[in-house]
């Protein structure tokens, strides 16, 4: 007779589970063809009451769990191949289970990387989903943080610190009377966009990349010491949308916020100076605004961050850090 975790699986993760590989998520485990590419592999959880609120809905809670796992991918270079996920439950709450396999199908599909299998377990602590992604690149080809080299622009995708403004309003530190402004920013933290279209372009033309979830300037100080290099920052030249800066105008928000809150989710590469222009070019053309913010130089103390006038801004915290 079938537990209720075997019934949970099959009602609401069997269906997702789409490639052959999965074996229906009958077995212990499952098969990923790896043909002649190189397999890329990154894992992320996220845990109530941290990544996300008690009352996020659950849709978007699974989308948010799979998206931040593919913007490690993008970062790489890879083009995603599937992923496999523990669900750690309070209990079995079968609309909150509805809702979540609604999302996580939906993105599973949406990017081309199902379900290949995973486990469910009972825990008395907060809600967490952690998901191991697998992707694939031509060989050699997967994107490192450790080759920046001096004279390489610094470039980043999207905007940054929307996401951290998102958090900000739902937990009161920020107040925005504009729905349309607030939805944006909410939607900004909820739903991750992985920049799964620049995976081609990053393979073309980055020298150095990784995504920014932790925070721009704690993400690129990472970046840096993994080269031996150090950086310049044009601090106004960080992408900011308008609702961002529409609240740093007002007061509601810093610089420091903006590029230290976290929840990106943009990719942050370097480029030689004279492919600058081609890779600027692919990232239009696969519909991603990308902005050059400084560049690499020699060194290896932390980057720099510069005012309009060339003077450093002391930024006190540079990520945020679960520690």
Request: hydrophobic residues 45%.
């Amino acid at each position: 007779m079938p537990s209720g975790e075997d019934d949970l699986i099959a009602r609401y993760f069997k269906p997702i589970a789409t490639d052959p590989g999965a074996l229906g998520l009958a077995d212990d485990a499952a098969v990923l063809k790896g043909g002649s590419d190189d397999l890329v592999v990154t894992t992320d959880a996220i845990v109530e009451g941290v990544h996300f609120l008690s009352g996020d809905p659950p849709e978007m809670v699974a989308k948010k769990a799979l998206r931040v796992n593919l913007s490690d991918l993008a970062a790489k270079g890879a083009t995603p191949a599937g992923f496999v996920m523990t669900l750690a439950l309070r209990n079995a709450d079968e609309s909150w289970l509805a809702s979540f396999a609604r999302g996580l199908d939906g993105d599973a599909r949406a990017f081309d990387c199902p379900l290949l299998g995973g486990d469910t377990v009972a825990t008395p602590g907060p809600l967490t989903i952690s998901i191991t992604a697998f992707g694939r690149v031509p060989p050699g080809e997967m994107i490192l943080r450790s080759r920046a080299k001096p004279g390489d622009r610094i470039v980043v995708s999207g905007t940054i610190g929307d996401a951290a403004l998102g958090l900000a309003i739902l937990t009161g530190k920020v107040t925005v009377s504009d729905a349309a402004i607030r939805e944006v920013l909410l939607s900004r933290y909820h739903v991750p966009q992985p920049r799964i279209g620049l995976a081609m372009a990053l393979r073309n033309y980055a020298r150095a990349a990784m995504d920014v979830s932790d925070g721009l300037a704690g993400d690129l100080a990472k970046l840096c010491a993994a080269s031996g290099i150090s950086a310049l920052i044009d601090a106004a030249a960080v992408p900011l949308s308008d609702a961002a800066r529409g609240l740093m105008e007002q007061g509601q928000m810093s610089l420091e916020i903006a590029v230290s809150g976290g929840d990106d989710y943009e990719i942050l590469c370097t480029i030689a100076e004279d492919r600058l222009g081609a890779f600027v070019r692919a990232a239009r053309g696969v519909g991603v605004a990308v902005t050059p913010i400084g560049k690499i130089v020699v060194g290896n103390t932390a980057p720099k961050w510069l005012d309009a006038e060339g003077k450093e801004i002391a930024l006190p915290r540079l990520s945020y850090s679960h520690f």
